[in-house]
């Protein structure tokens, strides 16, 4: 059975920075380079910023991903990339080629197919044994929308895509629908996926996500990786129901 984890604590970033810190860390020393999955909105950017801070990672052997993208340049006040730029990957000295974006300039299948390719570019390169057409993941970020959703994985999606990149459209508070995700496939091959959630809103969405039993509403129940760990770090308010 997979190890899943539940922490309720008072800054879901902080708490978050030492695991992702600790993970990494441990992948380089196992295997000389570590791929960590940044997850879009705001919750994760002060956990950014707090790696800004931290001496101790070895930028240079590690490669950043992205599990969802908005299909919009990257210089656009909606792009992911440029949230986790501005917040991270501007601060630090991370090789260029250590930045895998998702091109959400391309026309939604062209950047569905772009990133597949570059998934499985990365992982015949960096990792030949690897079984799938990408990556195990050392550390994949992910947040918890108010209607249940994570990544661009939204209720009433197809649960179980074949393909590791898919394009899909959704509305959620305003945010560009045109959308790019990783599929529950590579989530779930992941060594380690941590979920951060923060504020009242969430609530419902987190208490539904634990308690009901339904993937198709509740997308986030379907990362459960297949031989990681999921990691959830909630705040008290978040938690509250
Ligand atoms: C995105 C996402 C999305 C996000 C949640 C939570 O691109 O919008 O990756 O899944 O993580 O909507 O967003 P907040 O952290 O802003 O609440």
């Not at 569905?112 to 050392?138: E, K, M, S, T, V």
């Not at 039993?213 to 379907?222: C, E, F, N, S």
């Amino acid at each position: 059975m997979p190890e899943r984890r539940l922490l309720v604590v008072d800054d879901p970033a902080a708490a978050a920075a030492d695991v992702v810190v600790a993970d990494l860390r441990a992948a380089i020393r196992q295997r000389g380079a570590a791929g960590l999955v940044l997850a879009g909105g705001g919750t994760p950017l002060a956990l950014y910023h707090a790696l800004v801070e931290r001496p101790d990672l070895d930028w240079g052997c590690i490669h950043v991903f992205w599990g969802d993208e908005r299909l919009v340049p990257p210089d656009d006040p909606g792009s992911n990339y440029r949230a986790a730029w501005a917040a991270l990957l501007s601060r630090i000295d991370l090789p260029a080629a250590n930045i895998h974006r998702m091109r959400g300039e391309l026309p939604p299948d062209e950047a569905a197919a772009d990133y597949a390719a570059r998934l499985r570019d990365w992982a015949r390169a960096n990792d030949p044994g690897a079984p799938h057409p990408w990556p195990r993941f050392d550390v994949v970020l992910l947040g918890l929308g108010e209607d249940g959703h994570t990544a661009s994985l939204f209720p009433g999606s197809p649960p179980a895509p074949p393909q590791p990149v898919v394009a899909v459209t959704a509305d959620y508070q305003g945010r560009p629908a045109g959308r790019i995700t990783l599929t529950p496939r590579v989530f779930n091959d992941a060594r380690h996926v941590i979920f951060l959630v923060a504020g009242a809103g969430k609530a419902e969405a987190v208490r539904e996500t634990f308690h009901a039993a339904d993937p198709m509403r509740l997308p986030a129940q379907r990362i459960h990786p297949d031989y990681g760990r999921v990691t959830w770090l909630v705040d008290h308010a978040a938690a509250g129901e």
